[in-house]
């Protein structure tokens, strides 16, 4: 079945300490995105990405990085530089070739100890 | 100002009410608009698309203006089961199409 997976669904990790969060699809989807979500929050844009090795910042890029090598994988790192990194994070695809809805991946629930 | 503004509520409403939300856009080249729903800890998900000529699934309505840039969404006869957050999206055409979506309005249906 076509969709997308973001991996892992709860990560822990310590404080000052990267992280690397995974979102794969299959639905041959060009567009691809990675939105934050605190409690009781709605979405916040972090990154996006239309095209394969291109990618802009959305509205709260500072503190972490992305990459998009293959059209398939857009994997989200949360750095040290990331002074509040503890939320749910939600990776999201579209066709971009169209103007077609966005699919989500699960979430990654992050906890920084 | 927001690309996509939302009244965050909550909105607290009993059983059978009929409730309305709204959500602004500031790009007038926005090209297609859905609703999303959100349940708690969960992914949104698709909830429908918003038609030029508005667009009816069972007891909700969704409505577009876009003289005055907003849609709509109208839900009748709420049940428990509508409590969730309800978001809004645009998407508009940047040299390729960039998805937006709203912070979502929080629904609570109570008995």
């Known amino acids: 079945d076509g969709g997308i997976t973001q991996s892992p669904k709860y990560l822990f990790r310590k404080e000052g300490q990267n992280v690397t969060l995974s979102c794969e699809q299959n639905l041959n989807h060009d567009a691809m995105y990675w939105y934050r979500q605190d409690p009781g929050q709605g979405l916040r844009l972090i990154y996006y990405?239309?095209?394969?090795?291109?990618?802009q910042k959305g509205d709260i890029a500072e503190g972490y990085s992305v990459s998009r090598e293959k059209k398939e994988s857009f994997p989200l790192t949360v750095t040290s530089a990331q002074k509040n990194p503890t939320a749910f994070y939600l990776c999201?695809?579209?066709?971009?070739?169209?103007?077609?809805?966005?699919?989500f991946g699960q979430g990654t629930r992050l906890t920084v100890v | 100002r927001k690309e996509v503004e939302q009244d965050p509520g909550p909105f607290n409403v009993p059983e059978g009410a009929t409730v309305a939300f709204n959500c602004t856009y500031s790009?007038?080249?926005?090209?297609?608009f859905f609703w999303y729903r959100q349940d708690c800890r969960k992914e949104p998900k698709l909830l429908m698309s918003v038609y030029s000529s508005g667009n009816e699934d069972g007891r909700f309505t969704a409505q577009l203006n876009r003289a005055s840039q907003y849609i709509s969404l109208l839900i009748r006869d709420s049940k428990l089961s509508d409590s969730a957050t309800y978001l809004c999206?645009?998407?508009?055409?940047?040299?390729?199409?960039?998805?937006?979506f709203g912070a979502g309005t929080r629904l609570f249906v109570k008995a």
């Open positions: 790009n007038s080249a926005s090209q297609s």
């Open positions: 990405s239309q095209i394969v090795n291109d990618f």
């Open positions: 999206v645009v998407i508009y055409n940047t040299g390729g199409f960039k998805t937006i």
């Open positions: 999201a695809s579209s066709r971009d070739r169209d103007n077609t809805e966005a699919f």
